[in-house]
């Protein structure tokens, strides 16, 4: 079996040797982050931005992630009427680079700055807002929400800032009541929509019978229109017949045809007998049916 010379084992071992010497001396930072350097315990005032840096071999390194990250955090919040209602919030926040140094010397790393102080104080901030709000169905309210969210914001800021983190926004994600109040409100809710729906019934009804009145205002309306054309046609009618009967009263000769035509009338019934009584005979004298058998 062959044997490897003596002199490349000694060059590969130089090259391994060297080459991971040679990688000390230089650092590659990744995008979005940040290093730390420290040397013997002694943190480095000045933090590595992202790309490659020619470094001390004797340094060792921190890398921070300083890209915007969101903490979700749920907590119970008193209010006055001491009900505990459960709100759940995030909030938007990143590490500032250039206190990246003093995050690695006061607190450490990303972990520790939630544990020790976004999450602490976030909790705090919660409980104290809770002590502003009446009742505890206030929190659905929207001026409520509002106020909370500016409170959050404000406090984090004015706390985390010197800290080193800059907070972007506090959100509210949800808001959750004690069962028996939420019981209460859907209760309520359904008496609401009870009522609305009892109103637009109503409403329905009157709409109707408003209708109905309007349907029989106009058929009224129509009656009487038609009651006044007949009322005008019969007094028309009568003043006719007035003026017709005013003009025979006043004609002799039709009363006469009119009696001829009652006397003929007369005649042509078997049963009439007809007599024309002189005035001065005691016996009237029957001038028709002379020639009838009896």
């Known amino acids: 079996m062959n044997k490897v010379p003596a002199k490349l084992v000694t060059v590969a071992v130089v090259f391994l040797i060297l080459f991971m010497i040679g990688s000390r001396f230089w650092i590659v930072v990744p995008a979005g982050h940040t290093a730390v350097a420290s040397l013997f315990g002694k943190v480095q005032d000045t933090p590595y931005s992202e790309g490659l840096h020619i470094v001390n071999p004797l340094l060792s390194w921190h890398v921070y992630d300083v890209r915007q990250k969101s903490h979700k955090e749920t907590a119970n919040v008193p209010s006055q009427d001491q009900l505990q209602t459960q709100v759940d919030v995030s909030v ?3 590490l500032i680079a250039e206190a990246t140094p003093r995050i690695l010397q006061e607190t450490g790393t990303v972990d520790d700055v939630l544990r020790v102080h976004l999450v602490p104080k976030l909790r705090s901030l919660l409980r104290e807002q809770g002590k502003t709000v ?27 800032q010197p800290k080193g983190v800059e907070v972007d926004a506090v959100l509210l994600r949800d808001i959750t009541l ?7 409100i859907e209760a309520k809710k359904e008496r609401e929509q009870a009522v609305e729906k009892q109103k637009a019934e109503l409403e329905r009804f009157r709409t109707e019978q408003q209708q109905k009145i309007a349907a029989a205002q106009a058929e009224r309306a129509a009656a009487e229109e038609e009651a006044a054309k007949r009322r005008l046609l019969a007094d028309a009618q009568a003043y006719e017949i007035e003026r017709i009967n005013k003009a025979i009263g006043s004609n002799d000769n ?3 045809l009119q009696a001829l035509k009652a006397l003929e009338a007369i005649s042509k019934d078997p049963a009439s007998k007809v007599y024309f009584i002189n005035g001065d005979s005691p016996q009237p004298l029957p001038l028709m049916h002379m020639g009838e058998k009896k």
């Open 134 to 160: 009446k009742r505890a169905e206030d929190f659905f309210q929207e001026t409520t929400q509002d106020t909370l969210q500016r409170a959050l914001l404000d406090g984090l800021r004015n706390y985390l």
């Open 178 to 184: 004690p069962q028996f109040i939420t019981r209460a």
């Open 254 to 256: 039709y009363v006469k």
């Open 92 to 94: 938007q926040y990143r």
